[in-house]
């Protein structure tokens, strides 16, 4: 078998995944293989001549890609590492991810993938067996069945290392913004309760005091996402309490879909969640807006949420987004109003700017531009300390992103004349 070392990049904006990545691999115990996590693309030469093969993979986020320096430090790899990237651009757009220089790309789930291609690696396979890759010259390998959550740990404890636990992946509404359907499916699944009790134990062991939860919407744990199991959610809350551990759940990363906001459900966190704020997601004020974004619910919804939210001791953070494809004036003024009445009950308006990501309904969409008046207001709101976010920001990569798709370096589809049948690989850092 080759000495096989995987390197990981550790970015901030995906540490969550590094986490589980490097936790699937080494939990996997494969022969021959090291795992390490880099802060720097280039400490990868640090390690060549040390193994037979080096490897770097990345989690690929779209708004990477605007990064010039980290993309040239990683292109600059090529032909002396194997590059592997995966995430939500590279499963979103895996053949301009490809032709960007990446050597392979990991589609959706990289639990199972990512151990098995490291494997072959070592032994010398052809990794076109591997399921769910991406490979030179648009060869794909197929997809692959989804992650059992329980059969993976969130975190690598073993070295230290703990965080927020993965307790439900997956999410049936396909929201037409958002890549949590596309990526991980429109199938809800989630780590059972023994299982995050262990990691709980582990995270309070390891000197960990807040337990955290990721989940496209907390209140759906033990349920299919359309409809709550209140049962199965207080009795993971009162288990995880009973650890002696304080307890954020509907907060950051997390959040609740707003009519999954009910006098039950509030009365359920209010008595187990130590957090006092509670993040909902809206996106919209506009009922036209929430059928177009396939959002699964009225605005009605919102409005009785951060009522319940507010009645019970709860500060709303409730999320919205500019800029939305189709989106009209009168939709625009709809969601002013709204925000103005939400904030009048107590609740913050969270900002957001629509962003096309590839892999999703709206990717080839333009945001909509903000009138002049619109823009005053909402930059009044956020001079009262009503509204807050990063909207501006994201307007500025919105656009750039939109300029990358009209040059086609982002492609989602292969161009139909530069695709092969069986095509050979060729890049001998694949043999």
């Known amino acids: 078998m080759k000495k096989v070392l995987y390197l990981h990049l550790n970015k901030k904006n995906t540490k969550y995944s590094t986490a589980a990545l490097v936790a699937a691999i080494e939990s996997s115990n494969i022969v021959n293989v090291k795992v390490e996590v880099v802060n720097d693309p280039l400490d990868s030469l640090n390690f060549i001549g040390k193994y037979e093969k080096v490897v770097l993979g990345v989690s690929l986020l779209t708004t990477d890609l605007l990064n010039d320096n980290l993309i040239s430090d990683i292109l600059k790899l090529k032909g002396k590492v194997l590059l592997i ?3 939500p651009h ?3 757009d895996p053949y301009g991810t490809l032709d960007l220089g990446f050597d392979v790309v990991v589609a959706g ?11 072959a690696l070592a032994v010398d396979d052809d990794i076109r067996n591997v399921k769910g890759l991406y490979l030179e010259e648009y060869e794909f390998t197929g997809r692959r069945r989804l992650v ?3 059969s993976f740990p969130p975190w690598p404890y073993w070295r230290g290392h703990f965080g927020p636990i993965e307790i439900t992946r997956g999410c049936p509404f396909a929201c037409a913004y958002c890549q949590t359907s596309f990526m991980f499916k429109a199938i809800t699944r989630h780590r059972s309760i023994d299982k995050i009790i262990f990691y709980t134990k582990k995270l309070k062991e390891l000197g960990g005091k807040d337990w955290r939860v990721v989940t496209p919407n907390a209140l759906s744990y033990g349920g299919d996402g359309v409809r709550m199991e209140l049962d199965k ?3 993971l809350l009162s288990k995880v309490k009973d650890i002696g551990v304080r307890v954020f759940f ?3 990363p997390s959040e609740v879909r707003p009519e999954f906001v009910t006098e039950e459900s509030i009365r359920i966190l209010k008595k187990y969640v130590n957090n006092k704020r509670l993040v909902i997601g809206a996106q919209s004020a506009s009922d036209r807006m929430l059928k177009i974004l396939h959002r699964g619910h009225a605005w009605e919804d919102v409005v009785s949420a951060v009522e319940l939210s507010v ?3 709860f500060v709303p953070e409730v999320d919205f987004i500019l800029g939305l494809p189709f989106e009209t004036e009168e939709d625009m003024e709809a969601t002013l109003k709204g925000m103005r009445k939400l904030t009048s009950m107590g609740a913050r308006a969270h900002l957001h700017y629509f962003m096309p990501l590839p892999g999703t309904p709206f990717t080839f969409f333009k945001p909509t531009r903000l009138p002049p008046k619109i823009r005053k207001e909402v930059a009044k709101l956020v001079g009262e300390g009503k509204g807050w976010g990063q909207w501006l920001q994201q307007e500025r990569i919105a656009w750039e992103i939109v300029k990358m798709i009209e040059e086609g370096r982002i492609k989602v589809r292969p161009p139909r004349a530069s ?3 069986n095509s050979k690989l060729i890049n001998p850092l694949l043999k």
Not at 109 to 119: H, I, N, S, V
């Open 311 to 313: 009645k019970h001791g």
């Open 250 to 252: 509907g907060s950051f």
């Open 233 to 235: 959610v207080e009795e």
């Open 90 to 92: 590279a499963t979103g």
């Open 85 to 87: 990237a995966g995430g």
């Open 109 to 119: 789930e990289g639990e199972e993938t990512l151990p098995e291609l490291l494997y």
């Open 148 to 150: 059992d959550l329980d």
């Open 419 to 421: 695709r092969p049948g």
